[in-house]
């Protein structure tokens, strides 16, 4: 689980954790849990039959099984109902997802990274996230400080995006001097 403001970097740490292990192979999926309507997540996160709901003209494998192998990175995870976190604490215990419409469950063998920009201890406290998968998220904390604190990587962060977006710019990147840096 990776918490810590907008802005902070979430999906930089978790593309790392990605792509320095085993599964660098494999597919790295981002989903936006707060940015897919919550009518919408169940079926872009687990698929769905052809024939499931109207529209549903082709069967149509969800973001669970596009990481097969590697791994699926649920940001803003906190923004999920209490409905949509019982089946996704599902999938963390049984490792298999249903595709909506469909009887039959699949085995899926990836990696999940979680990120969230709010308290969800905070959350749990108040009924708002589920206890049962936070635990179930949290296995391995990535608390990421906001750059306000980070004052020294700064130093890092300037020459490194100036020099990406001169080179998209087709522009030599810029200088800056010690007293600007500071």
Do not use: W
Request: proline content about 5%; overall charge neutral; glycine content about 10%.
């Amino acid at each position: 689980l990776v918490s810590g403001e907008s802005g902070t970097g979430k999906e930089l740490v978790a593309r790392a954790i990605h792509y320095t292990g085993p599964r660098a192979s494999a597919a790295f999926v981002p989903v936006n849990c707060g940015g897919i309507p919550e009518g919408l997540l169940e079926t872009e996160l687990f698929g769905a039959v052809r024939g499931a709901f109207t529209g549903a003209t082709v069967t149509r494998a969800g973001f669970f099984q596009a990481a097969e192998g590697g791994t699926l990175f649920l940001d803003e995870i906190g923004e999920t109902s209490v409905a949509m976190q019982v089946k996704l604490l599902r999938v963390l215990q049984d490792r298999q997802v249903c595709m909506v419409g469909s009887t039959r469950v699949r085995a899926v063998d990836l990696r999940v990274i979680a990120a969230t920009n709010k308290d969800l201890a905070e959350l749990v406290r108040r009924g708002l996230f589920r206890e049962d998968l936070y635990y179930r998220l949290n296995v391995i904390p990535v608390d990421l400080p906001p750059l306000r604190e980070r004052g020294d990587d700064l130093l890092l962060l300037i020459p490194h995006f100036t020099a990406k977006y001169a080179a998209r710019l087709e522009q030599p990147p810029p200088t800056f001097s010690d007293a600007a840096l500071q």
